[in-house]
């Protein structure tokens, strides 16, 4: 049965493999099935890390990437795009080429820029080909405080980032606050220029590793399924939440978030 005859959205995933599991493109395709969504997932990159470190990241060929992508697309019908790790200004290229071929379907980006670690994953050359042809075309984009900070360096608030990032041509921006100081986190959804709400969360004891993924496919997800962008913030950030509630430490590293912690239940 298609997913249109069964009622399951397809979301097209971009993102690199992350051999622990906790980020990348697992991480999103759990997500997206938890929401009741199905993933289709496009590998962008080849990663070589643990719980731990980065220690290597290979981009995938962009003529390859964009392969994938339109041998799905001329065969289902995708409801949402979620764009995570890219890899490669090329990547970056082709993707905004097919994107424009469907400008009716929401696009959610996560612009993954650093590690955990602190190891860069994505270059000023990147960063640059991902605002100037990737925000035009995005509905949504979900950089944590610091990702913010590196891509509007000229603001001198986050408020001011997240106008910054607007320029560019999204049409929503969430900021994250786990990366700050503050006893809770707050995260910040803008429009128009000026912010359309906000939402305070418990910092939780851990660091995690795919929170940001997570967060960013599910709102992918709630959208596919036709949900108001900001209804699909305040859902998708109730998930996450209870994904690090219930995380685990199967490594020597950060935590894990337990995406499928509902079945257990």
């Known amino acids: 049965m298609a ?13 690199g493999s992350d051999p ?43 003529a390859l990437v964009v392969e994938q992508a339109r041998a799905v697309l001329e ?54 080909a991902m605002t100037t042809l990737l925000f035009p075309v995005t509905t949504l984009v979900t950089p944590n405080s610091h990702e913010a900070r590196i891509l509007a360096p000229e603001a001198d608030c986050l408020d001011a980032c997240a106008q910054e990032l607007e320029g560019y041509g999204c049409e929503f921006v969430l900021i994250t606050g786990t990366h700050e100081s503050t006893p809770m986190v707050e995260n910040t959804l803008y429009t128009n220029k000026r912010k359309l709400d906000s939402w305070q969360w418990q910092r939780l004891e851990h660091d995690y ?30 998930y996450t939440w209870r994904t690090l509630l219930n995380g685990w430490r199967p490594g020597m590293g950060q935590y894990l978030p337990n995406r499928f912690y509902w079945v257990e239940r």
């Not at 070589?48 to 060929?61: G, I, R, Y």
């Not at 993707?95 to 602190?118: E, K, N, Q, S």
């Open 20 to 62: 622990t599991g906790g980020a990348g493109i697992l991480a999103d395709s759990e997500a997206v099935a938890s929401m009741g969504c199905h993933p289709a997932p496009v590998i962008t990159a080849l990663t070589v890390q643990d719980t731990t470190n980065v220690f290597s990241c290979h981009p995938v060929d962009s």
């Open 3 to 15: 997913a249109e005859e069964n009622g399951t959205p397809v979301v097209m995933l971009f993102s």
């Open 75 to 128: 065969d289902m019908p995708v409801s949402a795009f979620k764009l995570g790790m890219l890899g490669s200004v090329e990547n970056v290229e082709v993707i905004h080429t097919l994107l424009r071929d469907y400008p009716d379907i929401p696009v959610v980006l996560d612009p993954v820029l650093i590690a955990g670690d602190g190891a860069p994953l994505a270059d000023e050359s990147l960063q640059q």
């Open 209 to 238: 590793h795919g929170s940001g993924c997570t967060l960013a496919a599910s709102i992918a997800a709630l959208l596919a399924h036709g949900n108001e962008p900001c209804s699909a913030v305040q859902e998708a950030q109730e």
